[in-house]
T-cell receptor, first 114, second 115 residues
Framework: DGGITQSPKYLFRKEGQNVTLSCEQN?????MYWYRQDPGQGLRLIYY???????QKGDIAEGYSVSREKKESFPLTVTSAQKNPTAFYLC?????????????FGQGTRLTVV | AQKVTQAQTEISVVEKEDVTLDCVYE???????LFWYKQPPSGELVFLIR??????QNEISGRYSWNFQKSTSSFNFTITASQVVDSAVYFC????????????FGAGTRLFVKA
């Protein structure tokens, strides 16, 4: 089945640790995105990538990093610099980076700092 | 700046009731796109509909219908004869214009449909 796979589904991090969230898509989409979802705040864009080896900061990129070495993969690292990392993280992709294209989403990773 | 407001945080209805989810948007652009997504308990957002700013025709898809009114900057979503499976969080979103491809999401409306 075509789609977006995020792993793990649940992730616990100790304070001061970096963690990496995985996102893989087999839809052959050019554009990929990372969003953060907090209760009552909708989705906020962290990073996005239009093509391999290119990515841009979104609205809340501080404390996060990404890479796009392969078209199918767009991992997100939550670094120790992110002061409030507990949230639900969603990865998405779209055929191309155009405003009129809908996004396809993974099932998310829930990150908790312990 | 672009903005999407979903004033209803939570709505609770009994099965078979009709329910309307409100969405009000702000943009100074003439060309833009509006979306609705559904987020079931499994977590992933599922695309429901896209509308461009030049197409004000209302749309019906089964029990779902959408009312787009530029005069009031609203893009409301109605579920007719609601079912328990409609229970989810619904997001309205806006992209295009000065925002480019970036999609601005509303805060979402959580819908509970009770049997």
């Amino acid at each position: 089945d075509g789609g977006i796979t995020q792993s793990p589904k649940y992730l616990f991090r100790k304070e001061g640790q970096n963690v990496t969230l995985s996102c893989e898509q087999n839809l052959n989409h050019d554009a990929m995105y990372w969003y953060r979802q907090d209760p009552g705040q909708g989705l906020r864009l962290i990073y996005y990538s239009q093509i391999v080896n290119d990515f841009q900061k979104g609205d809340i990129a501080e404390g996060y990093s990404v890479s796009r070495e392969k078209k199918e993969s767009f991992p997100l690292t939550v670094t120790s610099a992110q002061k409030n990392p507990t949230a639900f993280y969603l990865c998405a992709s779209s055929i191309r980076r155009r405003p009129n294209t809908e996004a396809f989403f993974g099932q998310g990773t829930r990150l908790t700092v312990v | 700046a672009q903005k999407v407001t979903q004033a209803q945080t939570e709505i609770s209805v009994v099965e078979k009731e009709d329910v309307t989810l409100d969405c009000v948007y702000e943009t100074r652009d003439t060309t833009y796109y509006l979306f609705w997504y559904k987020q079931p308990p499994s977590g992933e957002l599922v695309f429901l509909i896209r509308r461009n700013s030049f197409d004000e025709q209302n749309e019906i898809s089964g029990r779902y219908s959408w009312n787009f009114q530029k005069s009031t900057s609203s893009f409301n979503f109605t579920i007719t004869a609601s079912q328990v499976v409609d229970s989810a969080v619904y997001f309205c979103a806006l992209s295009g214009g000065t925002g480019g491809f970036k999609t601005i999401f509303g805060a979402g409306t959580r819908l509970f449909v009770k049997a």
